[in-house]
Nanobody, 118 residues
Framework: QVQLVESGGGLVQTGASLRLSCVAS????????MGWFRQGPGKEREFVAS????????SYAESVKGRFTISRDNAKNTAYLQMDNLKPEDAAVYYC???????????WGQGTQVTVSS
């Protein structure tokens, strides 16, 4: 059974940093594109970032470019999201997800809460 488990969320002040982790089990992570999504209060879930199977290609939402960095360590079956210079509008539940192109994201974690105080 495939399971994705996020961790690393928390309450921080504006301008602080957090590093989210997503550990996969029941799957060889290197076979999947990994993505991070977020859903703020009263908002729809939105794409944050993605990384190709071996980390060579990354993609970011405009709102996080230059502040967030997605990476992965396939040997550890783990994906990361380094979030720097956090803003109150970054507050959300963050989810990691996995997909095998051309399919859509199939596996999702349970989410980790990020709260940013002003």
């Amino acid at each position: 059974q495939v399971q994705l488990v996020e961790s690393g969320g928390g309450l921080v002040q504006t301008g602080a940093s957090l590093r989210l982790s997503c550990v996969a089990s029941g799957v060889i992570l290197g076979a999947y594109v990994m993505g991070w999504f977020r859903q703020g209060p009263g908002k729809e879930r939105e794409f944050v970032a993605s990384v190709s199977r071996f980390g060579g290609t990354t993609s970011y939402a405009e709102s996080v470019k230059g502040r967030f960095t997605i990476s992965r360590d396939n040997a550890k079956n783990t994906a990361y999201l380094q979030m720097d210079n956090l803003k109150p509008e970054d507050a959300a539940v963050y989810y990691c997800a996995a997909k095998r192109p051309p399919d859509e994201y199939k596996y999702w974690g349970q989410g980790t809460q990020v709260t940013v105080s002003s």
